[in-house]
């Protein structure tokens, strides 16, 4: 199996930025694409970027396009998620999870997933 675990979040104030890592364990990192979703008390979970084995290709939800980034390393086993010009409705946890599959944009095909990473935003 693979282990995921975030880190990186806290408080900081609107317009502010964070930066979140996934750090993933054992030797095959670089065989799963690596997405990252967040979820608020009451409220489904939401897909917020994805990235592919080689970072050759990203994908991003409208309501971050523009201010997130999502990167890889895979010599450090990590996943990143630059977060620019952040806003109160950003808050939540986020989680990483990966995929074994070439269809990585589904939800369903993730089938590992860190534990969360708290992110609040002040206005």
């Known amino acids: 199996q693979v282990q995921l675990v975030e880190s990186g979040g806290g408080l900081v104030q609107a317009g502010d930025s964070l930066r979140l890592s996934c750090a993933a364990s054992g030797r095959t990192f670089s065989t799963y694409a690596m997405g990252w979703f967040r979820q608020a008390p009451g409220k489904e979970r939401e897909f917020v970027a994805a990235?592919?084995?080689?970072?050759?290709?990203?994908y991003y939800a409208d309501s971050v396009k523009g201010r997130f980034t999502i990167s890889r390393d895979n010599a450090k086993n990590t996943v990143y998620l630059q977060m620019n010009s952040l806003k109160p409705e950003d808050t939540t946890v986020y989680s990483c999870?990966?995929?074994?599959?070439?269809?990585?944009?589904?939800?369903?095909?993730?089938?590992?997933w860190g534990q969360g990473a708290q992110v609040t935003i002040s206005s």
């Open positions: 999870a990966a995929s074994g599959s070439t269809r990585y944009l589904r939800v369903g095909t993730y089938d590992y």
């Open positions: 990235i592919n084995r080689s970072a050759s290709n990203t």
